[in-house]
């Protein structure tokens, strides 16, 4: 057992697991079954679904899954994307949080920092180091101090503390090169967030996308260091899709020097690096103190506007939600695709199999399973 995991959110839910003596396929099996057991049971209560969707293409909103469903297995695991194409809907896009290793190989991992989501301190006790990332001072295990040989001693584990650690030890760490070949055909995203942090140690995250931009399909590539996305910006085929990714608005993009918040409002410039942007939850519902939400902001309309799509980031279903919610996950989805008066493009969740019933994906498994129909139209006016 880890002594030094820490508390990185997420309110304590039902996954309460205990370490040791899993068989995995039994475990994964359960697993399947509560979640079919889940959908039909949501399904049930009848979350009425959008007929028209607000996008700017017009087609529903994009399920992306962040590192697969990294809501119940560690993140970015073989284990959470095979569960994730399993339980999701079909077109569900995979997300990688994009690591060099030392020795310039592209591995999948949710932060460069590897304290909280890897065994790493138990692998390389005397390897912690401190390094100071986009302005702020970090202690932990760094990916760049490691070469890929030395990482096939290191397990995956989960990062978020209430949540079950039943698949902690059980997956390793798995090259950009191997997720591509385990999601297929599912979309990748890839997401580049310290391109400035790996120039300083030698290395080049531009030069290594583009080094297997032939060999590894690449749907959409986000950052939050506009910089990076600026000298992307036309070496990548024209399927792939660049994505700004903003940050808290206070915080600063140090590619250019420039805060997220006086980003958010020149999105005409950022439509002319990118075709779309991802916004944390709050640029567009934002919430009180008390945990209420506030009057939705224009942003969706002002992205749409530009030319730029527009993904909302941030969901789980055990997250502390808005009470106005009503602590219903679904209900806060469909907040942003329909019952709001417009719909982002994408949603990017660690539960994407709530996600995609919310947006209707999953309505013919509903149709078959529900008796009646008509209940899955609960609140409507028939």
């Known amino acids: 057992m880890r002594s030094n995991r820490r508390r990185l959110g997420g309110r304590g839910g039902g996954w309460g697991g205990q370490d040791g003596g899993v068989s995995v396929s039994a475990s994964f099996a359960a697993l399947l079954g509560c979640v079919v057991a889940l959908v039909g049971g949501a399904a049930g209560q009848g979350p009425r679904l959008p007929s028209d969707y607000k996008t700017l293409s017009g087609a529903a909103p994009l399920v992306v899954a962040k590192g697969g469903f990294s809501g119940v297995f560690p993140d970015s695991s073989q284990g959470a994307y095979s569960f994730a194409m399993i339980t999701s809907a079909p077109d569900t896009a995979m997300w990688c949080d994009v690591q060099l290793t030392k020795d310039g190989v592209g591995v999948c991992l949710r932060d460069i920092n590897m304290k909280n989501c ?19 001072r970090k202690t932990g295990w760094f990916v760049s101090d490691f070469t890929i040989a030395e990482l096939q001693s290191v397990s995956l584990t989960q990062a978020i503390w209430p949540r079950t650690r039943r698949f902690d030890g059980i997956y390793p760490i798995i090259s950009i090169t191997d997720f ?11 997401n580049v967030q310290h391109d400035i942090f790996y120039k300083q140690h030698g290395l080049d995250m531009r030069n290594y996308i583009l ?18 996305l600026k000298n992307m910006s036309g070496r990548v085929g024209r399927k792939t899709k660049l994505v700004f990714r903003f940050l808290e608005k206070a915080l600063l993009d140090h590619s250019i020097n420039q805060t997220y918040g006086s ?14 942007i991802i916004v944390p939850k709050s640029y ?3 919430v009180t103190k ?7 902001t224009s942003i969706v309309t ?8 527009i993904y909302a980031s941030d969901f789980a279903n055990d997250r502390i939600i808005p009470y106005n919610y009503s602590y219903d996950p679904l209900a806060e989805y469909l907040n942003f695709i329909s019952d709001g008066g417009f719909s982002v493009d994408g949603v990017l969740s660690e539960h994407p199999i709530t996600a995609s019933e919310a947006i209707g994906k999953l309505v013919s498994f509903a149709l078959v ?11 409507g006016d028939n």
């Open 290 to 296: 008390d945990n209420y939400l506030l009057p939705s």
């Open 284 to 286: 567009i519902w934002p």
């Open 180 to 190: 591509r070949s385990l999601v297929m055909p599912s979309p990748v995203w890839l």
């Open 263 to 276: 980003l958010s409002s020149n999105l005409p410039f950022i439509k002319s690096i990118a075709s779309g």
């Open 118 to 136: 890897t065994s790493v301190d138990q692998a390389y006790p005397e390897r912690k180091r401190t390094y100071v990332i986009d302005g702020v």
């Open 369 to 379: 399973h529900v008796k009646d129909p008509a209940t899955l139209f609960v609140g």
């Open 302 to 309: 002002e992205a749409h506007n530009a030319g730029l799509e």
């Open 211 to 228: 080094s297997i931009k032939k060999g590894v399909s690449m749907d959409y590539i986000s950052s939050p260091e506009l910089g990076f």
